[in-house]
C-alpha cells in the first residue's frame, strides 16, 4: 500500500496541534476511551487513531475519488459568467465536506449545482466561487444557515490589490 503525501504545512500544522495538546492537556480520560473503544470495536490503537485523525481533518488527504473529477474540472472550459470567491465560516475542523457545502448553497440559495465554481475548503474556513450578482436576501439567508451547528457567516471576498501590486512590481529582478 503506498503512502499518500499530505501536504507538507497541512501535516506540520497537524503535528503542532497533536504536540500543543499532548503536552498541555490532561488526556487520561481520553486515552481511558480509546482503550475501551479499540477494546470494544476489536481493532488495534493504530486504526483507532487513524479513524479519530479522519474524523478531526477529513481532508487532510487528498480524496482518490475525487482527483480525477478535479482533474477534468481544471480542464473545463472557463465559465461564461462572472464569478465572485466567497468566505465562509465551515472548514475542514469543522467536519464539513465538498459534498455538504454544495448540497447546502444549492437548496438555501437556489444557485445551479454546474454554476458552484471552486470549493476550498481550509481548517477552519472555506473559499468558494459563486455566479455574481447573489441578491441581498439570497446573502443575508447564506449567512444565517448553518452546516452542523457552523453558521456560514458568508463574506464576499475582494480581490487582493496588494497581492496584485506586489507579483507586478514588488520583486526586482537581479541583473
Known amino acids: 500500500m503506498s503512502a499518500i503525501p499530505v501536504e507538507p504545512r497541512k501535516e506540520d500544522k497537524f503535528k503542532r496541534r497533536v504536540q500543543r495538546v499532548a503536552r498541555e492537556q ?10 475501551r473503544v479499540c477494546a470494544d470495536l476489536n481493532i488495534d490503537l493504530l486504526t483507532c487513531a487513524a479513524a479519530l485523525v479522519f474524523m ?24 461564461q ?41 481550509r481548517d477552519t474556513y472555506t473559499l468558494v466561487e459563486l455566479p455574481d450578482g447573489m441578491p441581498a436576501d439570497i446573502f443575508q439567508l447564506l ?3 448553518e452546516i452542523g451547528s457552523q453558521k456560514l457567516n458568508i463574506k464576499r471576498i475582494k480581490p487582493n490589490k496588494f497581492r496584485q501590486q506586489r507579483n507586478v512590481g514588488g520583486e526586482e529582478n537581479g541583473g
Open 81 to 121: 459568467y462572472k464569478m465572485v470567491r466567497y468566505r465562509l465560516a465551515v472548514g475542514s475542523q469543522h467536519q464539513v465536506s465538498r459534498d455538504q457545502i454544495q448540497a447546502v448553497l444549492v437548496s438555501e440559495s437556489g444557485v445551479d449545482k454546474k454554476r458552484i465554481g471552486r470549493i476550498d475548503i
Open 56 to 79: 478531526n481533518q477529513p481532508n487532510l488527504y487528498p480524496s482518490l475519488k475525487r482527483q480525477p473529477a478535479a482533474a477534468e474540472a481544471d480542464r473545463a472550459p472557463a465559465p
Open 26 to 35: 490532561d488526556l487520561s480520560r481520553q486515552r481511558d476511551l480509546v482503550q
Open 143 to 145: 449567512a444565517e444557515t
